[in-house]
């Protein structure tokens, strides 16, 4: 029988997506040991006896994932995503399929299923990260394969006895492991799709059918159809057996946010590294300041999207202190400013046609515009667009304050413009970023 796309259906299941907003990607694997990203396989066209040291070394002791839970709950973070297993092929869950996991390194522990535990306990929802791709598996493609080590080696890479058929039926066994042994899943994040492998090459039909039959309500990223590049059919509003829900823009904020083919707003989800890797990295030092993510954040909501922001532990299990800095600061935020965040979404289609700050952003959640305020103005901030009866009230949200509206003579020439009075200062009260929120009541309220 053809596929049939049910909205109602696809609506239910992402509500707590669209209205969560921010979440915690954790990349992990046997790569933070050498510490030079999760690609080094692919970059170095490292061979795998000079990558399984590694895999006989490891040994995180000092992970501990109620720490990891505790640190993205106190960022604001609402889910979380671990990689259950990234392109090396490097299991972090006790698979039955490969002895290539960490149950089998000195470490000896289900890192899956520690994530797991922990981050449910915090109240946050649950994800896994899957590779498609699989630089390990001895019938995964890799001469010609435009990213695997062995790409230019003919010999080494020779694919002449690789049955790719072989491999879907491994991968699609670890899927159906993830999706049985571990509980309720909120979220599963598949990497990625390429030239020519990409849907049903991956049997994207029979794996779909596979994940919903046993995950009702899991969602589901669109990169068994694209990468970080491209949309997928939802977008297209074409959708296939295997398209995603939302739609995954790595490393950049859409600058218009995303719609489909017939107009409607499309979910989405930034990811976004803190430096420029995944993986730990011991010498990538570009970390992002914690008032730019914040920005970004807001961005995102603004535009109608999530951001997942990543953190990659170093060899001992631990989140780098420059990383623990930042959530620590997102966070300090978060505590006083989330409501501008949760369940908001951009300013278009709300009561008003409200213009965002002169410098900042604007989030709405139903009657209520968060002015996100990133520079004072000179004297009274102009709420452009809010007409001055429609006001019902105006917060400041780090404290409730109450914020009146101006009458100084200094705007007695834009006598129809709604001025908000912060105070004497000129320094706003938060140099990231001062929210006032702004309530509106229904047009004929009195
Ligand atoms: C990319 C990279 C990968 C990373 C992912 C996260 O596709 O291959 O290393 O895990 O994006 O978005």
Redesign the pocket.
């Known amino acids: 029988m053809a596929y049939q796309f049910d909205r109602a259906r696809y609506d239910e299941r992402m509500g707590w997506f669209l209205h969560d907003r921010f979440g915690m990607f954790i990349?992990f694997g046997l790569y933070a040991i050498p510490a030079r990203g999760?690609?080094l396989r692919s970059d170095e066209e490292m061979p795998e006896e000079d990558y399984l040291p590694y895999f006989h070394e490891f040994n995180p002791t000092a992970l501990d994932a109620r720490d990891w839970a505790r640190r993205a709950r106190e960022a604001g973070m609402r889910y979380a995503v671990l990689?259950a297993k990234?392109?090396d092929g490097f299991c972090l869950f006790d698979t039955a399929t490969t002895d290539f996991k960490s149950t089998n390194t000195p470490f000896g522990r289900d890192i899956v299923a520690e994530f797991l535990e922990a981050f449910r306990a915090e109240g946050l929802r649950v994800g896994l990260?899957y590779s498609l791709i699989d630089w390990h598996h001895p019938d995964f493609p890799q001469y010609g394969d435009r990213q695997a080590p062995f790409r230019n080696d003919p010999v080494r890479g020779c694919n002449d006895d690789r049955v790719f058929d072989r491999y879907l039926d491994y991968m699609h066994e670890q899927v159906r492991e993830l999706c049985t042994n571990y509980g309720r899943l909120d979220l599963l994040w598949f990497?990625?799709s390429y030239d020519d492998l990409r849907g049903d090459a991956w049997r994207g039909t029979q794996l779909m059918e596979m994940v919903r039959s046993l995950q009702p309500d899991v969602v589901t990223n669109n990169r068994l159809e694209v990468?970080?590049e491209g949309y997928g059919s939802l977008a297209a509003c074409r959708p296939t057996p295997y398209h995603g829900d939302f739609v995954?823009p790595?490393k950049i904020v859409p600058p218009t946010g995303i719609r489909d083919a017939e107009g409607r707003p499309l979910a989405w989800e930034s990811?976004v590294t803190m430096n420029d890797n995944?993986g730990y990295h011991a010498t990538d030092k570009n970390f992002k300041p914690a008032p730019l993510l914040v920005h970004k954040l807001v961005e995102c909501v603004s535009k109608g999207g999530n951001m997942i922001l990543n953190v990659g532990p170093d060899a001992t299990g631990r989140i780098p202190d420059e990383s623990c800095r930042i959530l620590d600061e997102i966070g300090r935020w978060m505590r006083r400013n989330s409501a501008s965040v949760y369940g908001c979404g951009p300013a278009a289609g709300g009561p008003l046609d409200v213009r965002p700050p002169e410098v900042g952003r604007l989030t709405r959640n139903g009657n209520t515009y968060y002015f996100h305020l990133y520079e004072n103005a000179l004297g009274p901030v102009p709420l452009l667009g809010v007409p001055k009866d429609r006001i019902e009230k105006i917060r400041r949200l780090c404290d409730g304050t109450e914020v009146l509206l101006s009458t100084s003579w200094t705007h007695s020439d834009y006598p129809d413009v709604a001025f908000a009075d912060l105070g004497p200062s000129p320094v706003l009260p938060d140099p990231v970023d001062t929210v006032l929120a702004v309530t509106i009541k229904e047009a004929n309220a009195r």
């Open positions: 990349h999760e690609w990689t990234h392109h990260y990497d990625f990468s970080g995954t790595e990811c995944w």
